[in-house]
């Protein structure tokens, strides 16, 4: 066992994943599959290798510090499901 | 039970850039909501973020500036957690390896100079704006703070006072605004304050269970907040409980700071390098260019003044508030060759008046020139010190030269010494009783034959010359 059905949960919690009745037993039978196939991976010796974050050994890429246009207004709203005046209005999430 | 508070602080501080970290959208504070956005900033998918080069060369000025090192290598990592301030769903930041690490500053309170170090300066993109409704459950969004560019720095837990915590954070924040990196203004959020408090028996080398607290946003409620705190850990712990790590809210009107219980998850931020931003190589040319920047810091300064100048340790600390009042002394100073008067002079009229009208001294109406042009002529006697005080509040109301007042007022204070004396010799004349009890030694009649002396010239003769002349003409020679 790679991952337990409770660390399942716990991962969907944090991504506001809500699953239907049996799904989270699939999912965490899924999941370890995958996990175990990743596995494999640790077979090899990868010592004095640097972990790789990129595919392209880049660094450094920059913008200068100068103003272009932003959207106007109504097109940053264009696709919120619930805009009102100049914001995006959210369920309460303060007392 | 003794305890020993133990203070961390992390201060996040808005960089001055034209442009956001990501994107290319303005920073400009008080923008119409949500028209400060591009898909970028707001999180739409596909958008490729790219760092703003201003950002980093800010962040290493105020690395340089605390006596950090700055990391060869630094990244950027994803925060993930959810809030409708961040449409992303993460928060663009540093983790593993941040800009800068291992620096230290020197703080000085009632006991003393202590140095406090800093664990870490690293780059980040700040949140939007919450507005929330009073009446309905709703939520108001404005992303045009989402991009704005944020250094945070995160101090060791070196505090053990809500004084000391307020003497770092004053540091940090003069440190700042003479680096021209951030503006420092706490009420717009420019320059925030998060603070970790916690106690320990005294002499226990472990620390014990800290609280967060937010929502601070003026240095005297970081103080009062602390210092509450303190208290509250205290009576806490003294009843036999125990302190409970959470968040507390300043709540500024009561001066309590109240649980977020409930409203908080655990956080579980699952950090990850960022594969959006490739990583940032800091050479050495780069950063020997930086500090080519770098401008004298307040404290190099205060301790410069203070032996160049030769004024007193408060002296300097009121004239370099501010890099902008620091120069407008050392220009009237410099002008005027007489220093410790032109302190005295900008301390005890030019700030009182810009006080007054809550005005910057970049916009004072008398310049460092005109000061010095004023100290100069009570030095060669044209005026006294009284009508300088006169002649300078006119200066600050009309903007005028000291020369011109002075015209206008018929101001020349009497240096004749002959037109003097033939004022002296008539109120000797008059006043033959008050001779006759000065000759015989009271002394204390002098004052009013000053007095009698200043009314016949309205002020305008040179008291020093007054004195002399008076002195000698009564004793009878």
Redesign the interface.
Known sequence: MKITKEEVEYVAHLARLEFHAGETEKFTSQLNGILLYMEMLNQIDTTGVEPMTHAIAQKNAFRDDVVGESLMNEAALANAPDGRGDFFRVPKVIE | MEYEPVIGLEVHAHLL???KIF????TKFGA????????IC?GMPGVLP???????EYAVKMGLATNCRIND?S?FARK?Y???DLPKGYQISQYAEPLAEHGRIEIETGDGKKIIGITRIHMEEDAGK????ER????????NRTGIPLIEIVSEPDMRSAEEAAAYLKRLHEILVYLEICDGNMEEGSFRCDANVSLRPKGRAAFGIRAELKNMNSFRNVQRAVEYEIERQRHVLDGGGKVIQETRLWDDGQGVTLSMRG?EEAH?Y?YF?D?D?????IGKDWIAEIEKTQPELPQEKRERFIREYQISSYDAGVLTASRALADYFEEAARQAGKPKIAANWIMGDILKFLNEDKRSVKDCPILPADLAALIRLIDDGTISGKMAKEIIDVMYKTGKKPGAVIEEKGMVQITDESALAKTITGIIEANPAQVEQYRSGKEKVFGFFVGQVMKATQGKANPKLINDLLKKMLSGS
């Not at chain 2, 994107?23 to 303005?26: F, G, L, P, T």
């Not at chain 2, 119409?32 to 898909?39: E, G, K, M, Q």
């Not at chain 2, 919450?130 to 409704?133: F, P, V």
Request: with cysteine; hydrophobic share 30%; aromatic share 6%.
């Open positions: 850039t034209n442009a994107c290319r959208c303005s119409a909501p949500n028209s400060h956005t591009c898909p707001l790219v760092l703003n080069k201003k950002v980093v290598r990244v993930n959810f809030y409708p919450l507005l929330h409704d309905n459950p709703s939520s108001y969004v404005d992303l409203k579980d699952r390098p594969p931003l490739v990583p940032v190589e």
